[in-house]
């Protein structure tokens, strides 16, 4: 019996000690794989900008799996303001980023966060290739947002059917008065295409600086504008129908129902690469020209992942996920064209050229607002 104690007593110590071992060993750093940082994205757009990030948010995550990037799809028109309200809430409230760490958006939500201050400053301290972004567009939105991809509004056209295509907006709107039914544009509250329009037709006739002018005071120079909006419900298509989304319109000229629209120029390239738009649709830029610019991503400040969101944005602006922008979107690439490929280089030598930036701050809702009570209703 006192045999049997004793090997029972060493087992025990044995198998304690075995399990002591094992603890340690399962404790350790090499053992433990840490749990990936995850941080919110919400982006908005139409179909092509959801490809975009799904296609670039895997490469990343091949070199960074450390870091997972929870991606948030808005499309066109169905929250993107309703989530910057979330985002100003949130930091009004005291709870930090409200579960939003990047999101992308326009100039116009660039300026409105500069005001109630939920956008965070970057550096290329942080962000080394944002040393790739030319400086005069950073210092545009003070050092608040990335410029990481760039498009213009153009026209789209069907050349079968248009065989001298407006040059000017004045030309323009003599051509749908005389062509009833064949033009049409979105609701400005659903894209940018139709929000371009109704934005050139307003500030038409106004100073040049005037597109850069986000006081109040401006608003009673849109009368006039508005008044041809009006009128021009009679001749577009069906009569004052304005598609839903920047989408919309082009699926009217995909199917012959109206032969000119406001188009996003890497949209229509895309659907005419994939053969979604017939070869007879072609693009053309109008004097003065309607807006483009950047489309920006901004950090917010309350966020509590910034080391991580600023990692993925140093990709994005790497010249590896620009060629993917350009390839993918047909848009024109964020960073300056000297750090692209020499195709690149080629591909938009004098492209961009045209179009205009429009910085209206938070008038563009008054814009929609009216546009809705004025033109839409009538």
């Known amino acids: ?21 094992e603890n340690k060993k399962a404790d350790s750093p090499a053992a433990v794989a840490a749990d990936p940082v995850t941080f919110s994205f919400y982006f908005s757009g139409s179909q092509n900008v959801k ?6 948010i895997p490469m ?43 999101y992308e958006d326009g100039i116009n939500v660039v300026t409105q966060g500069g005001k109630d201050d939920v956008w965070e400053t970057l550096s290329t301290d942080a962000i080394k ?34 065989a001298n295509p407006p040059k000017t907006l004045d030309e323009l709107l003599e051509w749908i008065r005389s ?25 038409n006739g106004l100073p040049e600086e005037a597109i850069h002018n986000s006081d109040p005071s401006i608003m009673s120079e849109w009368d006039k504008g508005f008044t041809v909006l009006k009128d021009l419900g009679n001749y577009v298509y069906g009569k004052g129908i304005y598609p839903k989304k920047n989408q919309g319109t082009l699926d009217l000229l ?41 489309t920006y991503l901004m950090v917010n400040k309350l966020s509590e992942k910034k080391e991580a969101v600023y990692q993925f944005l140093n990709f994005v ?3 590896e996920a620009q060629e993917v922008i350009v390839n993918k979107m047909n848009g024109f690439p964020g960073i300056e064209l000297s750090h692209m490929s020499q195709d690149v280089q080629n591909k938009f030598s004098g492209v961009a050229d045209g179009f205009r930036a429009f910085n209206l701050g938070d008038l563009g809702n008054e814009i929609n607002k009216r546009w809705q009570s004025e033109v839409a209703a009538q």
């Open 254 to 294: 995909q199917n012959g129902e109206v032969d000119m629209i406001p188009a996003w120029s890497d949209m229509a390239l895309q659907q005419l690469n994939e053969k979604l738009l017939p070869e007879s649709v072609k693009l053309q830029q109008i004097t003065p020209g309607f807006n483009g610019g950047p």
């Open 51 to 56: 490809d975009l990030w799904d296609t670039l």
């Open 129 to 162: 290739n944002l040393a790739n972004v030319e400086g005069k567009t950073m210092q545009d939105v003070n050092q608040m947002a990335i410029p990481y991809r760039s498009s213009a509004v153009v026209l789209a056209y069907n050349s079968e059917k248009v």
């Open 1 to 21: 019996m006192k045999i049997a104690c004793a090997v029972t007593v060493s087992l025990v110590a044995l198998t304690g000690c075995g399990t002591q071992s």
């Open 179 to 203: 062509n009833p039914g064949k033009f049409a544009y979105n609701d400005p509250s659903t894209g940018g295409a139709g929000s371009s329009f109704v934005t050139t037709v307003l500030y």
């Open 317 to 319: 602006l790497s010249p």
């Open 60 to 102: 990343f995550k091949k070199d960074n799996p450390e870091i997972d990037v929870q991606a948030v799809y808005l499309p066109s028109g169905t929250g993107a303001q309703p989530t910057y309200d979330r985002i100003l809430a949130a930091k009004k409230a005291g709870k930090g980023s409200g579960s939003i760490d990047l």
